[in-house]
């Protein structure tokens, strides 16, 4: 009864320990950045929005992006949520680009419209809110960013 009780320990051990042989110790978080904000033009009455980000791999193994979530805010008003699993791969040591396109929601854009026709301006401030799904065995991407853009513009 000893003997199997040691030798089950044993193939556990030998189990446990190949498989943390197989994961990357000095894992550095990739990084994810916001490169454009832009307003487009749109056939309805809510604005559509397009977000770039550009995300980094400074991992020698290549990130396989699972899905993204992600929400707006304009002048504190949450104007766009949504998701995308329509995501590039990463190779090791290297960048893509992700756009998002996205149409703001008609109640929280209607809640913005009527805060800025109190006060004019050409500039506004956005929260960007994202989260990166990079698979089971790492931990999500989590991005913040905040700026200003202008509707004259159409840019960042």
């Given at each position: 009864m000893t003997t199997k009780?040691?030798?089950?320990?044993f193939i556990?051990?030998?189990?446990?320990?190949?498989?943390?042989?197989?994961?990357?110790?000095?894992?550095?978080?990739?990084?994810?950045?916001?490169?454009?904000?832009?307003?487009?033009?749109?056939?309805?009455?809510?604005?559509?929005?397009?977000?770039?980000?550009?995300?980094i791999n400074p991992n020698r193994t290549g990130l396989s992006l699972r899905g993204l979530s992600y929400s707006v805010a304009i002048e504190g008003h949450k104007i766009v949520s949504g998701v995308s699993?329509?995501?590039?791969?990463?190779?090791?040591?290297?960048?893509?680009?992700?756009?998002?396109?996205?149409?703001?929601?008609?109640?929280?854009?209607?809640?913005?419209?009527?805060?800025?026709?109190?006060?004019?301006?050409?500039?506004f401030t956005y929260g960007f809110d994202a989260k990166l799904d990079t698979g089971s065995w790492r931990p999500a991407i989590h991005v913040q960013e905040y700026g200003e853009f202008s509707f004259s513009r159409g840019s960042r």
């Amino acid at each position: 009864m000893t003997t199997k009780i040691w030798t089950t320990l044993f193939i556990l051990s030998t189990f446990l320990i190949s498989g943390c042989a197989g994961l990357q110790l000095n894992y550095e978080e990739p990084s994810v950045s916001v490169t454009s904000f832009k307003v487009l033009p749109s056939d309805s009455i809510a604005p559509r929005f397009e977000i770039g980000l550009r995300v980094i791999n400074p991992n020698r193994t290549g990130l396989s992006l699972r899905g993204l979530s992600y929400s707006v805010a304009i002048e504190g008003h949450k104007i766009v949520s949504g998701v995308s699993n329509e995501l590039p791969d990463i190779a090791g040591y290297g960048e893509g680009e992700v756009t998002l396109v996205a149409t703001a929601n008609l109640l929280s854009g209607i809640r913005l419209i009527t805060d800025l026709l109190q006060e004019r301006r050409d500039t506004f401030t956005y929260g960007f809110d994202a989260k990166l799904d990079t698979g089971s065995w790492r931990p999500a991407i989590h991005v913040q960013e905040y700026g200003e853009f202008s509707f004259s513009r159409g840019s960042r």
